[in-house]
């Protein structure tokens, strides 16, 4: 038996991505599952260009310092932020799907939802000013 | 608590749905172990370094340090690993065919192996680099 079986439930997307952005009747619960998955497509995009990227370092100190030169420009440090969002909101988000996922906090995954974003959002505000400032 | 929330989750549905292959468990476990490795990645990177990001000097020196090299070639087969088991999930969701998801599961392995093996000699070239 394949370990991965079309989606039956109706509080799981089912054919598209179309249904991850339709938020009529989703719980809070859903709409973060969707928003784990955007965050999980970004961040993978993300980790083959961050490779591509490294690659200057190959290219000696000229290559690697030029670059960094120009991750420093406001519109890089925009992208930064928005990185930012998606991995501290796929980190701490992750961390509650893992709990729920194996039984743990089942009754109280909404608390475990707001406490762990919480903590995210608190991250994010002070990664972005640090970015922004250092 | 809303009802769907107090039925099944989409997290505990994933779970059930994926864990007859243990791709689940693998999926969470590296996610949990990322959080640590990620967080030492970013906070050496990006936030104790002055001006943001290293310079090419400092990055060998870094790497250069055994431990480092460790965690990054860590971090490397972890973060590439849940990304593709990821990715492959999102793609079950599509409800795409056997063929389909057994194409996609090729053209996964090679693009994590890749990934994975690029990753790997950088971080061994860069070593060497730094002497």
């Given at each position: 038996?394949p370990?991965?079986?079309p989606?039956t439930d109706?509080?799981?997307p089912?054919?598209?991505?179309k249904?991850?952005?339709?938020?009529?009747?989703?719980?809070?619960?859903t709409?973060?599952f969707a928003l784990?998955r955007?965050?999980?497509?970004g961040?993978t995009?993300?980790?083959?260009l961050?490779?591509?990227v490294?690659?200057q370092?190959l290219?000696g100190?000229?290559?690697?310092n030029?670059?960094?030169?120009?991750?420093?420009?406001?519109?890089?440090?925009?992208l930064?932020?928005?990185?930012l969002?998606?991995?501290?909101?796929?980190?701490?988000?992750?961390?509650?799907?893992?709990l729920v996922g194996?039984?743990v906090?089942?009754?109280r995954?909404k608390?475990l939802?707001?406490g762990?974003?919480?903590?995210?959002l608190i991250?994010?505000?002070?990664g972005?000013v640090?970015?922004?400032?250092? | 608590?809303?009802s769907?929330?107090?039925?099944r989750?989409?997290?505990?549905?994933?779970a059930?749905?994926d864990?007859?292959?243990?791709v689940?468990?693998?999926?969470?476990?590296?996610g949990l172990i990322?959080?640590?490795?990620?967080?030492?990645h970013m906070?050496?990177?990006?936030?104790?370094?002055?001006g943001?990001?290293r310079d090419y000097?400092q990055?060998l020196d870094y790497?250069?340090?055994?431990?480092?090299?460790t965690l990054?070639?860590l971090f490397v087969i972890l973060?590439?690993?849940?990304?593709?088991l990821?990715?492959?999930?999102?793609?079950?969701d599509m409800?795409p065919?056997?063929?389909?998801?057994?194409?996609?599961?090729w053209?996964l392995?090679?693009?994590?192996?890749?990934?994975?093996?690029y990753?790997i000699?950088l971080a061994?070239?860069?070593?060497?680099?730094?002497?």
């Amino acid at each position: 038996m394949p370990d991965i079986q079309p989606t039956t439930d109706k509080a799981r997307p089912k054919s598209s991505l179309k249904a991850w952005f339709h938020p009529r009747g989703r719980s809070i619960s859903t709409i973060a599952f969707a928003l784990n998955r955007l965050t999980a497509i970004g961040l993978t995009l993300y980790l083959f260009l961050h490779l591509v990227v490294l690659s200057q370092l190959l290219r000696g100190p000229e290559g690697w310092n030029s670059f960094v030169s120009i991750a420093k420009s406001p519109i890089f440090l925009t992208l930064d932020v928005i990185l930012l969002f998606g991995v501290v909101y796929h980190m701490f988000n992750g961390i509650r799907v893992a709990l729920v996922g194996m039984g743990v906090a089942n009754q109280r995954q909404k608390g475990l939802f707001y406490g762990l974003v919480g903590i995210a959002l608190i991250l994010f505000v002070v990664g972005a000013v640090l970015i922004y400032t250092k | 608590m809303d009802s769907t929330m107090s039925r099944r989750s989409p997290e505990q549905m994933a779970a059930r749905r994926d864990r007859s292959g243990s791709v689940w468990l693998v999926q969470a476990f590296s996610g949990l172990i990322l959080v640590a490795l990620l967080g030492i990645h970013m906070i050496a990177h990006h936030y104790i370094v002055e001006g943001g990001l290293r310079d090419y000097q400092q990055v060998l020196d870094y790497v250069s340090n055994p431990i480092i090299f460790t965690l990054e070639v860590l971090f490397v087969i972890l973060g590439v690993t849940h990304s593709m088991l990821g990715v492959r999930s999102i793609i079950g969701d599509m409800r795409p065919s056997a063929g389909t998801l057994r194409v996609a599961n090729w053209v996964l392995i090679i693009a994590g192996a890749l990934a994975i093996g690029y990753g790997i000699y950088l971080a061994v070239a860069l070593q060497q680099l730094a002497g």
